[in-house]
């Protein structure tokens, strides 16, 4: 799609998940046809800036030639591509708190998404969160669809299921909708996918659109009649919520949760600074990771399976490389879009002032500075947002319940007024949760 400074192309990565030689063949491609910088986006995938005119044919099949787009099937290119939406943990099957390993679905689900030929029709923002309950997560931004890990019982792993939300994060929220087994996956979200597409006016593109006309028992009506076994859910999980994320666990070095009797692995997460990364520093990291990088919806990046003291050394090397691997740093915790540098609707550089900003910050804090109210680096509410509205002007939201980006508590902000208020308020200790 054009953009101010060329063409911008975004790659989905399915998980975040980004193989060393595909990581090689993205950082060759940026070079030779675009800008030679990757961007990290919000739904844990890259995309390339400044795409030449003239080299859009030669730069999709050379990311095809490296398995980064979608599978042969039903549709075209951009519709078989844009079905592929499904949000996991970065550290699905890895991660701490883990319930269920969501890698086996969220395959099967991806591969009937791009096979089907109805699914074509749904717009590229539809999206599903395929929840496993790791405690390193962002589940908190609404889905079309969401599926979520619940503990096991006798009969073995269940999840629960929800339209146009988030899995519940306290008793107040919106309970699951139904409870289905891990093999019931695929044929209840093609299911519901049905009832979607039947029930939604052509200028119906959202499943919140659907809802806010047919209740939501009316699209599981719809959903039972295309699967064989009783869509319901369980009463006793009517209080049911979702453990707390702990998105903090993003940076630095961590261990991953294992089996009793296994040693444990562990990773290292560095922020990409102002979520960006140089083509030869992402061939530097594909050589340090020699396997698998695994790019996050908080602009960062992990390397996972790790040993304790290859870890140690890993996070040197990143740290040598400029990438962020301590919390305490404040541009760690520094989230911006792309700008005005990037982006006609932009108001400010927010890239040059975020790096402004970190200097002036007393301490870590989750801030997100967005150019305009599309909020393109932040699918979430950070707790701080700096909005622009003239260039180095900001309005200043607070994260709250009202949605949004919260409470509106000052306007029209330089940038040192903004950082002199944020060092006013109480210090935390989590200060790279969103
Ligand atoms: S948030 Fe607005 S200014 Fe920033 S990249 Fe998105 S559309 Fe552009």
């Not at 030779?32 to 030449?52: K, W, Y």
Request: aromatic letters at 4%.
């Amino acid at each position: 799609m054009p953009a101010r400074d060329g063409g911008l192309c975004r790659i989905r990565l399915p998980g975040g998940v980004l193989h060393a030689g595909q990581a090689r063949a993205l950082a060759a491609a940026a070079s030779l046809h675009a800008s030679g910088i990757i961007e990290a986006t919000n739904r844990a995938n890259v995309q390339l800036r400044g795409v030449s005119a003239a080299h859009e044919a030669a730069l999709v099949e050379q990311l095809l030639a490296a398995g980064l787009g979608p599978q042969d099937g039903a549709g075209s290119l951009n519709e078989r591509d844009n079905v592929r939406n499904i949000m996991l943990s970065p550290l699905a099957g890895r991660g701490v708190g883990s319930l269920l390993d969501t890698r086996p679905l969220a395959a099967a689900l991806l591969d009937m998404l791009q096979t089907t030929p109805a699914f074509a029709a749904l717009s590229p923002k539809f999206c599903l969160l395929l929840d496993g309950g790791e405690a390193l997560a962002a589940t908190r931004h609404a889905h079309d669809i969401w599926l979520a890990a619940l503990p096991a019982d006798g009969a073995g792993p269940r999840l629960a299921l929800g339209l146009a939300g988030c899995p519940p994060a306290a008793v107040r929220d919106e309970p699951p909708l139904a409870i289905v087994r891990p093999h019931q996956v695929v044929a209840v979200v093609a299911a519901l996918l049905q009832a979607f597409l039947q029930l939604a006016r052509p200028a119906q593109h959202r499943m919140r659109e659907v809802l806010a006309e047919h209740p939501a028992a009316t699209v599981l009506a719809h959903a039972q009649l295309h699967v064989d076994f009783a869509l319901g859910t369980d009463p006793a999980l009517a209080n049911w919520h979702r453990a707390p994320e702990a998105t903090g666990l993003r940076v630095g070095i961590h261990a991953q949760q294992s089996d009793a009797g296994m040693p444990t692995c562990y990773y290292v997460g560095a922020q990409l600074p102002l979520g960006r990364i140089a083509a030869a520093d992402l061939l530097q990291l594909a050589d340090i990771s020699q396997g698998t990088l695994h790019f996050t919806p908080w602009q960062s990046v992990l390397i996972p399976d790790l040993s304790e003291a290859r870890a140690h050394a890993t996070q040197a090397q990143l740290q040598a490389m400029g990438l962020l691997t301590d919390p305490g740093d404040p541009l760690a915790s520094l989230i911006a879009c792309a700008g005005s540098t990037g982006c006609g609707k932009a108001q400010a550089d927010v890239k040059t002032d975020a790096l402004a900003l970190a200097g002036l910050l007393a301490r870590p804090q989750a801030v997100h500075l967005s150019g305009c109210e599309r909020s393109c680096a932040a699918a979430h509410s950070a707790r701080w947002t700096l909005l622009a509205v003239a260039p180095a002007r900001y309005d200043l939201y607070q994260h709250s319940d009202q949605g949004g980006f919260g409470t509106c508590l000052a306007q029209q902000l330089t940038l040192a007024q903004a950082a002199a208020f944020i060092n006013a308020q109480p210090a935390r200790t989590d200060s790279l949760d969103a």
